[in-house]
């Protein structure tokens, strides 16, 4: 667990702001994902990326942007911030392997104000 | 895309007895599906999975079932501990989908001393 990082953990933003969440992984994973997490609605998909350079929309993208320029790194920006965007983000990866074991990084909780 | 349901919402189980978390999921091409415990305030840990190629998997106190006929699989935690108490969620996935997972919407699982 501790191979898969997040930054920071906690943040208060306001609504209109730009914020990016860091995501960092030492294992060399190819695949790397962004959740959200709401009370009721489970884990849904943000955005996942296979490997470096390539990055595809999950669930529920709108309002957010990623990039992917280096395998162990995979950042979430929230081009303007809104209240709804308040809820605790995941990161993980995988190594894509026969089990396809997704590890979680220990979360980030945002509150938009 | 995927669709996965998961049953009950909350479950209060007397330490010793055994619990039960069933989920559906809608896409026979989904072939792999973990089961993660979320401890309050903690990342999902993995604390099981099964391919589809599988019927039945344990370890330990915990096990799950899968029934490919009836889109439908399920967790049994046996002599149940204060310690299992947790958010558990179910997920599936499919091949050639990177990985992707699809949650259930997550069991509160409380194990009363």
């Known amino acids: 667990d501790a191979g898969i990082t997040q930054s920071p953990r906690y943040k208060i933003t306001e609504t209109g702001r730009q914020v990016t969440l860091m995501c960092h992984q030492t294992?060399?994973?190819?695949?790397m994902f962004w959740y959200r997490q709401d009370l009721g609605h489970g884990l849904r998909l943000i955005y996942y990326s296979a490997a470096a350079d390539i990055t595809d929309k999950g669930e529920v993208p709108d309002g957010y942007v990623v990039s992917r320029s280096k395998t162990e790194n995979f950042p979430l920006t929230l081009e303007s911030a809104t209240r709804s965007q308040t809820s605790v983000y995941f990161c993980?990866?995988?190594?894509?392997?026969?089990?396809?074991?997704?590890?979680f990084g220990p979360g980030t909780r945002l509150l938009v104000l | 895309g995927e669709n996965v349901e998961q049953h009950p919402s909350t479950l209060s189980v007397q330490e010793g007895d055994s619990a039960v978390i069933k989920c559906t999921y809608s896409d026979s091409a989904s072939n792999y599906f973990p089961w993660y415990k979320q401890e309050l305030g903690k990342r999902p840990q993995l604390i099981i999975d099964i391919r589809s190629n599988v019927g039945e998997k344990k370890d330990q106190r915990i096990a799950v079932t899968l029934n490919k006929t009836a889109k439908h699989f399920s967790l049994h935690i046996t002599e149940t501990q204060p310690e299992d108490s947790a958010v558990y969620f179910c997920a599936a996935s499919m091949a050639g989908s990177a990985r992707q997972l699809t949650f259930g919407s997550g069991t509160q699982l409380t194990v009363l001393p």
């Open positions: 993980a990866s995988t190594s894509g392997g026969a089990m396809e074991t997704q590890y």
């Open positions: 294992w060399s994973h190819s695949y």
